[in-house]
C-alpha cells in the first residue's frame, strides 16, 4: 500500500488522532493550564472533531492549539499531506504545486509551507563537533542583497580567496557540517572573519578539527578549536588525504538546485525558513536512518510552541 493511502491522510478523525499521538503521547495535555487530569473528549453531533474539554481550567482546546496548525481552517489530513510532501521532496515542493496538488489557495498553500518551514527549526545548542570530530565550514553566495550592503571599509579589489574578489552584494550564506552528521547554515550580513568567528565560537566544541577552503575570513578559527585544515581551491587541490570540503560543498549543491530550480527565488528575509528546510532534511537523510515516514514524523513533532501568523510572516 502506498504511503499516501494511510487512513491519517484522508480521513479527518484518524488524522487527529495520528497528531495526538505524536505530540500528546497516551494523555492530552491542556495547553492553557497544562494540566493531564480531569480532561474529557467532548462528544455530540454537533461537537467539533479532537475537541477535549479541562475540568480543572474549564477550557475547550485542541491538539492544534499552541502549534502551527492553531486558528488554521485547513483540515488536519491537508496538513499532513502537506508535511509528507515538503518531507519527502529532497529538493523542496513550491508553493504552486501545493496548491495544485491539495486543492488549497494559492496564498494558504504558501502560508502552509512557511509554517512547516518553522516546524523544522532546530534551536541547534549542542556544540558539534568534539575530540577527533571534523566539522566543514563554506560559504557561499545566493542572489543578490535587496539593500546594497557597505563595503566596512574594505578595498573592493582585495581578493577574498584564488585571486578573486568576493560578491559583496549577494547573500551570504555559511554552513557548517559534521562529517557524517549534520548541518547549520546560517544567514550572514557580510563573509568576514568577526562573522565566522562568532558562528565557529558559538556551535563548534573546542576540540573540533575544523576543514575549510582558502578564504581569508577563516584566519582566525584557530583561536576557536583544536586545529584548522586547508584545501586550496585556486591550485585545483580538493582533497589531501581525509582534508576537504567535499560534505559541506553537496550540502550547497542540494541547497541551491532546490532554490534555482524548485524555488526560483525568495525574499531575503524569509532566506532563513529555508535553510532551516534544507537543514532539516539533510539532517534526518536516509543515510542517517531516517526514511520518509519518520521524517514527516519528527517535522510533526516540531510544531508545539512555534505559533506562526500571517501577518508576523509577511512584516518579518
Known sequence: MSVLN???????EAAYAWVEARIWG???VCPHCGGVERISKMKGESTRIGVYKCYQCRKPFTVKVGTIFESSHVPMRIW?????LMCSSKKGISSNQLHRTLGVTLKTAWFMSHRIREAMRDGGLTPMGGAGGIVEADETYLWST???KPRLGRNKNKPVKGGRCGPADKRVIISLVERGGSVRSFHAEHADKLTV???VAENLDRETLLHTDESRIYGD?????ASRETVVHSRGEYARGDVNTNSVEGYFSIFKRGMRGTYQYCKEKHLHRYLAEFDFRYNNRVKLGCDDNNRA??????VVGKRLTYQTTRSQ
Open 6 to 12: 494511510a487512513p491519517h491522510f484522508h480521513n479527518e
Open 26 to 28: 497516551n494523555n492530552p
Open 80 to 84: 499532513l499531506q502537506a508535511i509528507f
Open 146 to 148: 535587496e539593500q546594497p
Open 197 to 199: 568567528n562568532k558562528i
Open 221 to 225: 578559527v584557530t583561536n576557536h578549536v
Open 297 to 302: 514524523d519528527r517535522a510533526l513533532k516540531g
